[in-house]
């Protein structure tokens, strides 16, 4: 396994977002956009 940076324009984006719909359900959710912002807040990533 490879862990990767994710951004926006990433490549892997539409991957991470229907694992992420497909893993969680709505009231646990967390949306892609609140991840990569999170992550650019801090530089840390989500």
Do not use: H, K, T, Y
Request: net charge negative; aromatic share 6%; hydrophobic share 35%.
């Amino acid at each position: 396994m490879e862990l990767v940076p994710l951004s926006r324009g990433s490549p892997f984006l539409p991957d991470v977002s229907r694992i992420n719909e497909e893993s969680f359900p709505a009231n646990e959710r967390v949306s892609v956009d609140e991840m990569l912002e999170v992550g650019s807040e801090d530089g840390n990533g989500f």
